[in-house]
T-cell receptor
């Protein structure tokens, strides 16, 4: 049972435009969400997180939006750059993330074309 | 800061042999380390959680006698795949966190191929 779903396996965007990566979850106990970026043959790199008490968190070009009622979150990257091309994983945790256990989605491959 | 290394980065072994993978936190004390496995085009699946000085907690379906985890110090955890078989071939990634960190930091992963 996939508790964290990333339904788009891939996304292609032009440089300078906005990239929107989506993630849905089914477990209502999740209250802390994270996005990771992963290059081939490397471990994931933490990008940005959001607590369920917020609906938006912004860090530079990256913004994460959380819609608790829909159990949906999205990562916006604007403007997109070729170096953003990677696999993006959505992850969710319980207990405010304090127990650190993460449940990951399958990832979305983002390709930013020059 | 918050750098995690893994060794080796890739390994090829014969079926039936055991393989040890090391995970080190280079600039912080890792009170908790995690081991994940990733199959192609799949998500990272948590295998086990280990706290320094205590036994690892394995996720459902993960054989503890097959995947031996040792977390003997605050900077080192090891995963030993015992009597490896071709179906154990995968990408193994560790992560670590500490009391001063807000999330897990991942190692670069180890690609295991069992022939």
């Amino acid at each position: 049972d996939q508790q964290v779903k990333q339904n788009s396996p891939s996304l292609s965007v032009q440089e300078g435009r906005i990239s929107i990566l989506n993630c849905d979850y089914t477990n209502s106990m999740f209250d802390y969400f994270l996005w990771y970026k992963k290059y081939p043959a490397e471990g994931p790199t933490f990008l940005i997180s959001i607590s369920s008490i917020k609906d938006k968190n912004e860090d530079g070009r990256f913004t994460v939006f959380l819609n608790k009622s829909a159990k949906h979150l999205s990562l916006h990257i604007v403007p997109s750059q070729p170096g953003d091309s990677a696999v993006y994983f959505c992850a969710a945790s319980r207990d405010g993330g304090s127990n650190y256990k993460l449940t990951f989605g399958k990832g979305t491959l983002l390709t930013v074309n020059p | 800061g918050a750098v995690v290394s893994q060794h080796p980065s890739w390994v090829i072994c014969k079926s039936g042999t055991s393989v040890k993978i090391e995970c080190r936190s280079l600039d912080f004390q890792a009170t908790t380390m995690f081991w994940y496995r990733q199959f192609p085009k799949q998500s990272l699946m948590l295998m086990a959680t280990s706290n320094e000085g205590s036994k690892a907690t394995y996720e459902q379906g993960v054989e503890k006698d097959k995947f031996l985890i040792n977390h003997a110090s605050l900077t080192l955890s090891t995963l030993t795949v015992t009597s490896a078989h071709p179906e154990d071939s995968s990408f193994y990634i560790c992560s670590a966190t500490g009391s001063t960190l807000e999330t897990q930091y991942f190692g670069p992963g180890t690609r295991l191929l069992v022939l």
